[in-house]
């Protein structure tokens, strides 16, 4: 049976390349018909604990950093 994985993003209010990685996500989601559901989070320089890069996005307890290709969302996904 397929465990629904939780999608989180995070990003930073002064980073280029955030909206890039949201939009990237949000198209690999769509492709499901709303299956998925992700929460962003804003990050500062104080609460970045275990971040290394923004934008960072985890699914599940797969972390993927910087500007994400689609295939790997997809298979973050199902792994």
Given at each position: ?79
């Amino acid at each position: 049976m397929y465990e629904m994985k939780e999608i989180v993003l995070y990003i930073s209010e002064d980073c280029p390349y955030c909206n890039i990685a949201e939009g990237i996500l949000q198209a690999v989601l769509e492709e499901y018909n709303g299956l998925f559901q992700y929460k962003s989070i804003k990050v500062n320089n104080k609460s970045l604990n275990n971040i290394f890069s923004i934008p960072t996005i985890f699914v599940g307890k797969t972390r993927i950093e910087g500007l994400p290709e689609k295939e790997q969302i997809h298979t973050a996904l199902f792994s």
